[in-house]
T-cell receptor, first 111, second 112 residues
Framework: KQEVTQIPAALSVPEGENLVLNCSFT??????LQWFRQDPGKGLTSLLL?????REQTSGRLNASLDKSSGRSTLYIAASQPGDSATYLC??????????FGAGTRLFVKA | SQTIHQWPATLVQPVGSPLSLECTVE??????LYWYRQAAGRGLQLLFY??????ISSEVPQNLSASRPQDRQFILSSKKLLLSDSGFYLC???????????FGSGTRLTVV
């Protein structure tokens, strides 16, 4: 049974700092891994989707990597801004309409 | 471009009342559709998914049901709400089972 864990559960950093959010999964047989951002009381906004054959994806200040063999994905945020404050969730798609979500990392960027 | 609409945004309902949440997708055909529930401080729980009109798969036996009367319409219902049905409900779609998901804006349901 696939399990997805995100560490840390919460993170507070000063503005301008580079940071890494971690996501680990127990079953390496995944089709893809997707990172989302969720603002309080809002839906999930897709940030990056990494297919199982890919190692990383980049969008602006965001870079996500995938290491299936170790069961890990990281989301790197460069030069963090207060507007980056949100909860970040990762989701591992294991096929058959099964996508397992982590509980998220709540990020607070201090101005 | 594809868009997903979900309404209402918030809903306060008494225990025992019925429920109907609606989700529609525009700009695509035959999408896979999903209903998730998110409890406070917890991950997302898949409730139902659908691969076509009238085809509904339930992941968690509960007080809720889903229907897909049209290709791009997905409805979450209940005949009698329980206090435990309170939560944040999210609709999502994907073009295939292995592609990424796009979520709606969510419905905050409070059962009182």
């Amino acid at each position: 049974k696939q399990e997805v864990t995100q560490i840390p559960a919460a993170l507070s950093v000063p503005e301008g700092e580079n940071l890494v959010l971690n996501c680990s999964f127990t079953d390496s047989a995944i089709y893809n891994l997707q990172w989302f951002r969720q603002d309080p009381g809002k839906g999930l906004t897709s940030l990056l989707l990494i297919q199982s054959s890919q190692r990383e994806q980049t969008s602006g200040r965001l870079n996500a990597s995938l290491d299936k063999s170790s069961g890990r994905s990281t989301l790197y945020i460069a030069a963090s801004q207060p507007g980056d404050s949100a909860t970040y969730l990762c989701a591992a798609h294991t096929g058959g309409f099964k996508t397992i979500f982590g509980a998220g990392t709540r990020l607070f960027v201090k101005a | 471009s594809q868009t997903i609409h979900q309404w209402p945004a918030t809903l306060v309902q008494p225990v025992g009342s019925p429920l109907s949440l609606e989700c529609t997708v525009e700009g695509t055909s035959n999408p896979n559709l999903y209903w998730y529930r998110q409890a406070a401080g917890r991950g997302l729980q898949l409730l139902f998914y659908s691969v076509g009109i009238g085809q509904i798969s339930s992941e968690v036996p509960q007080n809720l049901s889903a229907s897909r009367p049209q290709d791009r319409q997905f409805i979450l219902s209940s005949k009698k709400l329980l206090l435990s049905d309170s939560g944040f409900y999210l609709c999502a779609w994907s073009p295939t089972g292995e592609a990424g998901y796009t979520f709606g804006s969510g419905t905050r349901l409070t059962v009182v």
